[in-house]
């Protein structure tokens, strides 16, 4: 049974604060060290943290790491998440992380737009801002247009969506199979990684 924006309305409050920037990416078969790894990034201090409210809280208290993120797994993923979506909202980034694996990623910005991305091995499954949704492209575009319409897109020109976020969390979850919920997000120990100076 595919998931509606209605379960996800919690996504209002969490991960961090969505209502400024976040970035969501889930890459399976990886460990967060190895998504760490992939990534770039140097281990912090403190180098793990519980909750994304944490995480959050330590990227604005540590504004010097602008490009802060913390992963932890579930299942057979490495979930990231990131406040600020500078490096998970990067396309060619993405691209690079979806090398012989699956990935899925989405991010809102008050400084651009929302995204979302299924890619794998490098091949753009579905690329769509979910608050315009008309506008996507990819392999898969019409293969999910029914469970996009049970998950609660609209399709309706020039209004835009409501609910994007939730909305693209229940397509992450359709996509994936896994299950993300606020206790998730806040009950996870992440390991912490940031940008080299």
Request: charged share 25%; with cysteine; proline share 7%.
């Amino acid at each position: 049974m595919i998931k509606s924006d209605e379960n996800f309305t919690w996504t209002g409050r969490c991960p961090g604060d969505p209502r400024e920037n976040y970035a969501v990416a889930m890459v399976r078969g990886l460990s967060p060290q190895h998504l760490l790894e992939r990534l770039r990034l140097r281990p912090t201090d403190p180098p793990r943290i519980i909750g994304a409210e944490a995480v959050y809280e330590h990227w604005m208290n540590e504004r010097e790491d602008d490009d802060l993120v913390g992963i932890f797994p579930i299942d057979d993923w490495a979930v990231a998440f990131e406040p600020g979506a500078y490096l998970l909202a990067d396309r060619q980034r993405l691209t690079r992380l979806s090398a012989g694996t699956q990935l899925v990623c989405h991010s809102n910005s008050i400084y651009t737009q929302d995204h979302f991305y299924w890619l794998e091995d490098g091949d753009l499954r579905l690329y769509l801002p979910p608050f315009w949704p008309e506008e996507r492209e990819g392999t898969a575009v019409t293969d999910l247009t029914d469970a996009m319409r049970a998950i609660g897109f609209q399709f309706i020109e020039d209004e835009g969506e409501t609910n994007p976020i939730a909305k693209a969390f229940a397509l992450a979850e359709h996509i994936t199979g896994v299950s993300l919920t606020e206790e998730t997000f806040q009950e996870a120990v992440y390991l912490l990684g940031a940008v080299p100076d």
